[in-house]
């Protein structure tokens, strides 16, 4: 097996990094765009407004990434035989019921405008949170006969919440270049000082990676669905290709934020998927350069199913009423040429499909940690057998 230095994993996401500086010091009059290095971010630039032939656009990616899901089938996949899944003999966990009343509680608290609890309520997403966390890893343990990341792996799954604050504050910094596609205009509203503020965001970034690495254990004890994405197309990767492109893209991107506001999470996807594929470390793509999709895609609608419960959540600590202000966490979209057809969510409609290639992305950087720390990154729980 080939041995991996720090360095050959280091060196590309340094130059994610620096790219995006070098070419703003040639494109804004301060070498910095507007608002950058504020965090929370609560800048956002005048977006263009809608455009037809833009939308229309991403409308047809959108609807090739569903029928690629839905009907895989036409999509060359040939499927395999789904293992037979054998019936559970434990029940819910206490961990599933604890959770459920904790989100309960943050949810109705947050949402309902009340204030007998004081500051409580404004750091009520992130118990929301975990409460959802443990709540779904409790459903796995049941369909999985007594397994789940908590069970058997909950170092595995608190460090995963340690990767989910550095790695989300990595794509924040790019959301300062495509100057706000989403911002916090409530983060500054609730008379905290700057230090509180910074520690109450972080604390909440830690939830991101371990929900969608939940979701995906939820979605693997579904037989049926992980064989049908087996069997497919073959698409290898040229790890230098992708990072050549994803940081031509990152800098395409500063020089044009708004035509290419979508780089914002494909340049760095596509740069972390160059590391790992270069360096023959596995991650989603080796299995599909090989015809087996179904971790790819699994973990990318894992996203996208814990993408409902982001909006939903957020929007509903807004919305109807914004006042009082409960959630310093709620955040706006700022989505040139495609922000129409609102549901329930500050997410335009096309927005959602987002979140599909964000999974993966997440899954990558903390294998791309793992393989840095050295740690392990083996998230996919296997039900016990009888």
């Not at 910094?173 to 509203?189: C, E, I, R, S, T």
Request: charged share 10%; proline share 9%.
């Amino acid at each position: 097996m080939q041995k991996v230095t720090p360095w050959q994993l280091l060196w590309p996401i340094l130059l994610t990094l620096l790219v995006p500086l070098v070419v703003a010091w040639f494109v804004y009059p301060n070498h910095l765009p507007p608002g950058f290095g504020e965090f929370p971010p609560t800048f956002a630039g005048k977006v263009p407004g809608f455009s037809l032939t833009y939308f229309l656009i991403m409308a047809a990616s959108a609807l090739f990434i569903t029928g690629l899901i839905l009907f895989p089938k036409l999509f060359g996949f040939k499927g395999a035989t789904a293992k037979p899944r054998q019936p559970s003999m434990v029940s819910l966990p206490w961990w599933f019921w604890c959770g459920g009343v904790v989100m309960g509680f943050f949810w109705w608290l947050m949402w309902t405008r009340v204030t007998p609890f004081g500051d409580l309520v404004f750091w009520a997403f992130t118990p929301l949170w975990w409460g959802f966390i443990f709540l779904l890893d409790g459903i796995v343990y049941q369909r999985n006969n007594g397994a789940s990341l908590f069970s058997e792996k909950p170092k595995t799954l608190f460090i995963s919440a340690l990767v989910s604050i550095v790695g989300w504050a990595y794509f924040e910094y790019y959301d300062y270049f495509v100057l706000g596609n989403w911002f916090y205009p409530n983060a500054n509203q609730v008379g905290w000082s700057r230090a509180t503020i910074v520690i109450e965001f972080l604390i909440t970034y830690s939830t991101v990676t371990p929900v969608i690495l939940t979701w995906y254990n939820l979605l693997n004890t579904f037989p049926k669905l992980v064989a049908r994405y087996q069997n497919g197309p073959k698409m290898p990767l040229n790890g230098n290709y992708m990072i050549f492109i994803g940081a031509l893209l990152i800098a395409a991107m500063v020089y044009w934020p708004y035509a290419l506001f979508w780089v914002v999470w494909i340049g760095p996807y596509a740069v972390m998927t160059g590391i790992l594929m270069r360096l023959n470390i596995w991650n989603p793509f080796t299995d599909i350069a090989k015809g087996n999709w179904s971790a790819g895609v699994l973990i990318g609608v894992s996203s996208l199913l814990n993408g409902l419960f982001w909006e939903m959540w957020n929007f509903g600590s807004s919305n109807p009423n914004p006042e009082p202000i409960t959630n310093p966490n709620y955040w706006v979209y700022n989505i040139p040429y495609v922000d129409v057809i609102h549901i329930f969510s500050e997410m335009p409609l096309l927005g959602y499909f987002g979140y599909i290639p964000f999974g993966v992305l997440v899954w990558q950087v903390f294998i791309w940690s793992g393989k840095l720390f050295n740690f392990d990154t083996n998230i996919l729980i296997p039900p016990k057998i009888n």
